[in-house]
């Protein structure tokens, strides 16, 4: 049967009114987005009976309680508006989340841990650039146990979002670890004292603000070079090999102290690893001995691995970064473990908690801990004679 071209006309318009007449969603809407989540204490259990409300520009108010579980949803919720959520409860310290931008059809899951008012709340926002971070922690905790929070930003989808989410819940403390992190607590938080560590150098960086303070794992050079000559006296000629983009300004202090001493540094700058056994053959016959900073070349075991066989195969005296290459042949270290940095760490952390410091009190702060370890079957290998009245941590 044919249609006459007027009500063909007319089943058109009639469709099209009834798809945007008001109170019906238009046939091309997008879907809603869902917003879900939990509310728990400071030990993670759930928080039951937490009021939860969403809010944005141009939106009514939305309010939802938590359940015996500490779960809440808010389940259809336009996306085009940008939101702030809060969760409170009697006893605790209100928490919200600003700036939240929600994605259509998509869920938010956001994590409320609610605190109470005097409860010292430290979080430590960590990521893996390229120093490992597990015994530093495992140090700066032995002073605060289980007050210490830990975000690994290298897990998380959206890593500014978890430190801004870290800064809306107003902890006593950040501690950073890692250049990324570092980088993240400069850009987002501004208002929170920040202690930030594992960073080869923070001087290169623009990192300083009036909330952050740096400790810097390398020793003074002077006290490095005051080592090297007692455990090798009469020595002359020293070789390191370093990473270029990151360590120039440590090779330029140690440069400078040993010319303070007539002693002569031969530098080799490598960019990635594997410019690294053909920097160390250069070095063969022009050093007595080598340094090694703890940088992005030398953190990994392999690099450790490669540089002691280098030196023990060539009888070159290796001053080390810690007390772990020291177990796998270098002579002596000169700086101290990551856990023993840690301990220092909460040390400092400790006084600016009690107003004993403020970070401008000393933007950056070298390292004073070290452990002077001596591998004594390499010392006998070399022919060194480790002086009797040295003090020394650990014999390996």
Known sequence: MNIPRRSAGMTFLALLLAATWPG???????????VTGTVVDPDGKPLPEARVVLSGEGVSPTRALSNAA????????????????????PGFKTITYDAMALEAGRTRVVKFRLTHPGDLDIVALVTRDPFPYDEFL??????FGAHVRVVDLDRERDPAEAVRRTRAERPDLILGTGLRAARLIRREVGDIPSLLTLVTDPRRYDLQTNTTCFLMGQPDADWLLDRLTEILPGIQRIGMVYQAEVSSLLARDLRQAAERRGLWLEFRLVHTPREL?????????LMEALVVPDDDLTSTPRARDRITAWALKNRVPLAAPSPDWVDHGALFSYGASYERRGEE????ADLILRGVLHPTD???LRSSEVQMAVNQQTAMILGVIIPANLLIDQHD
């Open 277 to 285: 056994q053909s920097a160390l053959n250069s070095l063969r016959g």
């Open 138 to 143: 495992h140090g700066f905790g032995s002073r």
């Open 24 to 34: 019906q969603a238009p046939l091309w809407a997008e879907s809603p987005a869902t």
């Open 362 to 364: 000393f933007h950056v």
């Open 345 to 348: 760490a909460s040390r400092i």
């Open 70 to 89: 500490g779960r809440f949803r808010f389940p259809a919720v336009n996306p085009h508006h940008v939101y702030s959520i809060t969760a409170d409860l």
